[in-house]
């Protein structure tokens, strides 16, 4: 799309504001990829048409200033967009739910799964293990694939050719870097595919699996946390105002946890990763709040988050110890208790018939008490 592109753009050119190829953009080039009202947001935005056929956007911080500005209101605009995915629920067997011709669909656990032909072939390797996996992933996130519809995992195998394309398309055009193959890649995001032929070239808001072994089997809580990302981004990353305080306050405390915790933590970088952002926090916390006991796999698989917490019972050492609400918050943000329910158009949350129930149940009461007081004043009058 549109929006995707140009937030590309922009975030290379204030990567490197000083390197001027990236402030000069070739118009038959953007032409290509954006319509007339884009071309007229980026000319608004300080860019200038030059009669050699470039936008070029001056040097200085002011220009920078604009730029950025831009940037924060595409990028806003893009997360609070409501996405709603609804796939079918068993094989596909429809043409009005699109699945390209390199993809096979598969309803496992709960979850819709597309895998390439390498990726098939990894998983019915070990299918009975995987199979596990994605149930435990399906029923931590039944409440909200039930409230918010099915969304798109592609997985392909390490050795297939399709994923390599948008690989390398994200490490020239963006510099991210997702990782090895072998040692297995998962994200939320989107992909580009050189596949014009199929007429599939872009997948966005989709979680993505690269090597099976590697991304699942070494981290078999990863779809709990990419698809904690996607339904964060459904309900709007802004549209979490208790989630975001909780982690500003669960990061300012650090230090403390580190001295209480010291001996629980176990993977240090990967902690590091949870404080990035609150995004991050959310699905990392997700993890260790639908851990299972270690004897719950028959296949040996332990459903821990990976660094501190690793399980619900850590967390709720921490919030105690450490004065914090992160399970509440986790619970409230994804709905996990079933006494909110999300309201789509808006990302915000509201109580659910319970709180209908309590008021009636209140109105209910005061009318006894009034026909009781009523029939004792009868009988004094009478008397």
């Known amino acids: 799309g549109e929006r995707p592109f140009l937030i590309r753009i922009l975030r290379r050119l204030l990567r490197e504001p000083s390197n001027p190829s990236l402030r000069r953009l070739k118009l038959a080039e953007l032409k290509d990829k954006v319509d007339g009202p884009a071309l007229s947001t980026l000319k608004n935005s300080g860019f200038k048409e030059e009669s050699n056929g470039l936008l070029c956007l001056p040097l200085g911080p002011k220009a920078d200033a604009r730029c950025q500005e831009l940037l924060q209101r595409l990028e806003k605009t893009r997360c609070s967009q409501k996405v709603h995915w609804k796939l079918p629920s068993s094989l596909l067997s429809s043409a009005c739910c699109r699945v390209p011709s390199f993809m096979t669909l598969l309803h496992i656990g709960g979850l819709n799964l597309c895998f390439d032909d390498h990726a098939l072939k990894e998983y019915k390797a070990n299918k009975q293990t995987y199979n596990e996996i994605f149930q435990h992933a399906g029923s931590a996130h039944a409440a909200c694939l039930r409230r918010l519809g099915q969304v798109p995992i592609w997985i392909h195998g390490k050795n297939s050719q399709l994923w390599k394309y948008g690989y390398q398309t994200k490490l020239k055009q963006d510099g991210v870097d997702l990782g ?114 270690r004897d719950f796999s028959k296949f040996g698989i332990v459903y821990e988050a990976p660094a501190f917490p690793r399980t619900l019972d850590q967390m709720k050492a921490l919030d105690e110890k450490c004065n914090l609400c992160i399970r509440e918050a986790c619970e409230e943000t994804l709905c996990l208790n079933d006494n909110n329910h999300i309201d789509r158009q808006n990302g915000t949350q509201h109580r659910d018939c319970n709180n209908i129930n309590k008021v009636l149940s209140n109105l209910w009461s005061i009318a006894l008490v009034v026909l009781l007081v009523s029939v004792c004043i009868r009988h004094v009058m009478y008397q």
């Open 180 to 293: 090895n193959a072998q040692d297995g890649m998962a994200w939320f995001g989107n992909m580009q595919y050189n596949t014009d032929s199929d007429g599939w070239r872009d997948q966005h808001t989709t979680v993505f699996i690269i090597g099976m072994e590697g991304a699942i089997l070494r981290h078999p809580t990863v779809f709990v946390h990419e698809l904690t990302h996607t339904f964060h981004s459904i309900i709007g990353f802004h549209n979490t105002p208790r989630l975001a305080s909780v982690y500003r306050k669960t990061k300012a405390k650090l230090p403390e946890i580190f001295d209480k915790f010291k001996h629980c933590i176990h993977n240090l970088e990967q902690l590091k990763t949870t404080f990035v952002n609150q995004e991050e926090f959310l699905a990392y916390m997700m993890e260790a709040y639908h851990c299972k006991p």
